[in-house]
């Protein structure tokens, strides 16, 4: 399947070579682009490679980890986003 069919949305040139960066895992990745540009589907686009990897965002609003997590949800791909309303000791809890 390719982007487009997953997420309806068919990436630009910049937004591949963000993405393969972020999938080659060799170098720090930085992409700074205005809003409304497409930058959730560079970081959307390598989760069609891992299936079974995890992959952590940080979002600076709390919107924007709802959106994503519905967007993604939609794609069919499972998605969760933590914050200051979720943050609980008991979420966090590690059984040794």
């Known amino acids: ?13 910049w937004q591949l070579k963000v993405a393969e960066a972020l999938l080659k ?13 497409g930058k959730a589907l560079t970081f959307w686009m390598p989760l069609l490679f891992r299936v079974d990897g995890i992959q952590v ?9 709802k959106q994503n997590v519905a967007s993604l949800g939609k794609a069919g791909i499972q998605a969760i986003a933590i914050n200051s309303e979720m943050a609980t000791p008991a979420n966090f809890y590690v059984s040794c």
């Not at 399947?1 to 040139?13: A, G, V």
């Not at 965002?57 to 980890?65: E, S, T, W, Y």
């Open 1 to 13: 399947m390719c982007t487009e069919e997953i997420f309806n949305d068919r990436p630009c040139l």
């Open 25 to 37: 895992g060799d170098q720090d990745v930085l992409c700074v682009a205005g809003t409304g540009m």
């Open 57 to 65: 965002i940080v979002m600076p609003l709390n919107m924007l980890g």
